[in-house]
T-cell receptor
């Protein structure tokens, strides 16, 4: 099965700085990589995703990059704000399959 | 709001009782996934269902846990004879299974506490 590893487990940045979270996966057949943001006591919310036919995708302050050869993908948040503080999960999936989640990164943005 | 609905949001059960968790997918979605999240841990897949079919139950414990998604009504995750280790947040997610089939949208979760 698929194995997704996520680093770091905790990350603190100053407001306005960038944050980068990295994930690796093991199954070369995985072709869909979503990122979820989960605030304390809330549901995971999809914030951005990327498919394996794309190397990079950007949505305002959030971007995701994918390196299929190396089997890793990363989330980049620029100009961080306190409301970006949350736990972020990466996942990998194949069509019609379950999501394999990373263990999460707790991001704290210090005002 | 046609988002994923789950109820109850909080459920307290004594050891040995049964827990029933319900999930109504987003309108137009026919694929449901159940995940379990232990405190300060990630999301672990339990089961994937389509209407009247279990597609993948590889993440379900072999005993005490069952799931269904009937032709009419919500998907139900049933835990029999609950134990303290079952205390967790249980999330369901739904997907359309067509077009942008990969996206899964999560419900608010049911927080189960076993006393």
């Amino acid at each position: 099965g698929e194995n997704v590893e996520q680093h770091p487990s905790t990350l603190s940045v100053q407001e306005g700085d960038s944050a980068v979270i990295k994930c690796t996966y093991s199954d070369s057949a995985s072709n869909y990589f979503p990122w979820y943001k989960q605030e304390l006591g809330k549901r995971p919310q999809l914030i951005i995703d990327i498919r394996s036919n794309v190397g990079e995708k950007k949505d305002q302050r959030i971007a995701v990059t994918l390196n299929k050869t190396a089997k890793h993908f990363s989330l980049h948040i620029t100009e961080t704000q306190p409301e970006d503080s949350a736990v972020y999960f990466c996942a990998a999936s194949k069509p019609g399959n379950q999501f394999y989640f990373g263990t999460g990164t707790s991001l704290t943005v210090i005002p | 709001n046609a988002g994923v609905m789950q109820n109850p949001r909080h459920l307290v059960r004594r050891r040995g009782q049964e827990a029933r968790l319900r999930c109504s997918p987003m309108k137009g979605h026919s694929h449901v996934y159940w995940y379990r999240q232990l405190p300060e841990e990630g999301l672990k897949f339990m089961v994937y269902l389509q209407k009247e079919n279990i597609i993948d139950e590889s993440g379900m414990p072999k005993e005490r846990f069952s799931a269904e998604f009937p032709k009419e009504g919500p998907s139900i995750l049933r835990i029999q004879q609950v134990v303290r280790g079952d205390s967790a947040a249980y999330f369901c997610a739904s997907s359309s299974g067509a077009g942008r089939a990969y996206e899964q949208y999560f419900g608010p979760g049911t927080r189960l506490t076993v006393t």
